[in-house]
């Protein structure tokens, strides 16, 4: 099985280098066990300490502390490999950028990342820190003093779809040698004054390099400035900030106050634990909106600095693909070789005969499991479903389902003609347009359903609260609130904001559009309601729209009510598909009318303009 | 006039510290010992500055602040949450709480938030 390709622990199979840093290799690697991406990190030990017994355990051990954090803000180690002298980590692929590149490409093309951008990824990460700083063993209650010891811009992962997370804990200061043992260890920029020291740290000194990459963060310099390394080091060592900086950017006093109290050189006059800083931080976000209205302004901001990055990664999804199915293939044609290999050898060697009796019974248990939990999958189901298929639906801005017996069947061809799938029964999510990228998240932000495209079935989704994201390359980012609920002899769906069809929840997404007239001043019928005069902007659900223009001492432009296998014939027509490309409009003359789509901070918007003539 | 303050905390013992040591401030200091009562309290005669707890038997801390907030008559009361929970203190703020101190509670830190507020 894949020759060209490394394999590691017989399980993941390398596919390329995605990364170099800290000693470190990071590649892309498929799992052919639980079939997705990984990142792999391979980390060769420094010589010095590749033979010290006592290094190496300590390193294990790390590895191992490492592998117990399971939080929604730290990218999470799935495996722990060492092979001759090397070690490599197993962790989940991200699917997105480094702080780092985000803060880089944005000095790059002289944007600033907004305050509460930078405060929001950071709080993101005073979480992580909180749940790790305060971890304990589960057989002892001890606590682990996990610390990171190098907290970085290059650490904090943000993930298109919005997550922030923190990544290497404790592995990359032990890669570089032990703990404590007098030398200088981390990145002198984020070092606190106490590891710049080369003394003990503890917890606040994570808070202390937090502190400084927020700064860098919202002054767009680093906080510890200085021509030579050495310069630089002695002001991590006063822990020399100027604070003046900040004042001149007009980063608000208040948030300069949080700093100034993470950044004190003492830890004891510091802020003593990540949920204190979290609060300052937080004090300050309260201010600028709730956590929604910033998850989604944070989204907005991504969706428009890393543009061409998310649209990249996109394409990269196909090419991905092709390993998948590749590496999967390969492991199908070794199971064949082996097969055929034990048909060659039938009878020659009577061990090889059980072995393929062995492989055959392997087989029918493996399809007689799948029977049963498909079995057990529909039984669970039925608890749900009773009755002859009657669907209650309550539409206000909510919408209720509450589902019977029968369920449906549903498949649909995108827009390129490419058949997406059937869904046996049960609930469906879609968008309007359809395809789109689809999150389900609990309330433990646990991805029930991650990286799917809707429509999805959510049939199976347990009891419970749910955060449901959708997205797609022209539209950011809508998030719902979804409620599943058991009733005595059926299921109960909530997701706010959508309507019903046909037994699918539609979740629209909605563009701004701005209609302007030529002359000014003309009353704007949108599906023969009046809505304003030109100029006129508004937000409009993606779907189709009839546009019409009136105008004392003019010619009305639009038509009322136009059927649509007509719409190409008809006289100054203005009937959009907003989930089509515009150069595929057919009902819009552009005799009388100029349409377009352009994309803006907050995200797509539909500019219209009429031309009216004068009667006269 | 002195400010009034409504601690809220189920725990009896931290009613009694609270309570002493925010009149040795010069506030005038009413206690609640669960959500209910806070609310009934601070219906009748709205406390400028409220220090809530969040976790009580019956409503919760996160639910007092909702109402508290919710309601025209104290919107404008001071919420100061008290919590160790990152998810929970995330939550107050959502729900309108003003500031919030961490457990264990720093008593300085306290009194310079009451001040600030």
Redesign the interface.
Known sequence: MTENREVIDNKYVIDRLIGVGGGAFVYKAWDTMLHKFVAVKKKKIHKEYAKDVKFREMFRNEAVNTAKLEHENIVRVVNFIEKDGDYYMIMDYVNGVDFEYLLTKCKKRNISVPSEIAVYIISEI??AL??AHNLKDEATGEPLNIVHRDISPGNIMLYYNGRVKLTDFGIAQAGRGAPDDGKIQGKISYMSPEQAKCKKVDARSDLFSCGLVLYEALSGEKAYKGDTEIKRWKKAKDADVDFEVLRQKGVDEGLIYALKKVLRGNPSERRQ????F??DL??Y??KCG???EIKRKYLHFLNCVLEEEIYAAEKEKQKDLSIKYKVDEESDEEEKAEEKNLKNKKGKIKKKKDNKKELKAKKKEHKKKKRREEKERRKKLKKYRKGGGAKKVVKTLMVLIIIGAAGYGYYYYTQDGDFRGIFEAGLIVDTNPTGAKIEIIDTLGRNIIADDRTPVDISEVEPGEYEVRTWTEDFSVVSRDMKVEPNEDSISVVIANSKEENGRFILPFELEIVVESRPSGAAIYINEERVGYTPHRQSLQVGEHNFRLERRGYETIGVESPERREISRLRAVCYIDMARPFEEQAGIDRRFWDASKTRTNEGKRVSLRGYMKSRD | MNKRVLVVDDDRVFRSVAEEFLKGMGYSVKTAKDGEEAVELAFAEPPDIMILDIVMPGMNGLQVCKKIKKEEKTKDTAVIIVS?D?NE??KG??YG?D????KPLDWDELAQRIKEI
């Open positions: 005073a979480k909180d749940y634990s990540a949920t204190e979290f609060i937080k004090k976000l309260s709730s956590t929604e | 160790g990152i203190i995330e703020f959502d709480a500031d919030c101190i961490s």
